[in-house]
Nanobody, 132 residues
């Protein structure tokens, strides 16, 4: 049984930083896309960042415009079966439940990396609250 478990969400002040982690179990996702989405109260879930394997130990990142330059997605160097999201310069509008997702399509096209329908496995989410 595949499981994705997120951790790291908490209350943080504007301008602060947080690091979210997602650990996968039940199968290996090292050569498959993994991503972060978020859902703010009263809004639809939206893409945040994704990581796509491009060969060897290399991954290419994708970011929503709203987080570009502030957030960084990375894979665990050892297992590659986990994904992290380093969030800096947090804003009030970053408040949301953050979900980890993994796709079973190894060759997912770049243009689909932000499409939540292309991800087959989801975590339960972790709450990030940015407030003063």
């Amino acid at each position: 049984q595949v499981q994705l478990v997120e951790s790291g969400g908490e209350l943080v002040q504007p301008g602060g930083s947080l690091r979210l982690s997602c650990a996968a179990s039940g199968r290996t996702f090292s050569n498959y896309p993994m991503a972060w989405f978020r859902q703010a109260p009263g809004k639809e879930r939206e893409f945040v960042a994704a990581s796509r394997w491009i060969g060897g130990a290399a991954y290419t990142p994708y970011y929503a415009d709203s987080v570009k330059g502030r957030f960084t997605i990375s894979r665990d160097n050892a297992s590659k079966n986990s994904v992290s999201l380093q969030m800096n310069s947090l804003k009030l509008e970053d408040t949301a439940v953050y979900y980890c997702a993994a796709s079973s399509t190894r060759g997912l096209l770049s243009s689909f990396m932000s499409h939540e329908g292309k991800y087959d496995y989801w975590g339960q989410g972790t709450q990030v609250t940015v407030s003063s």
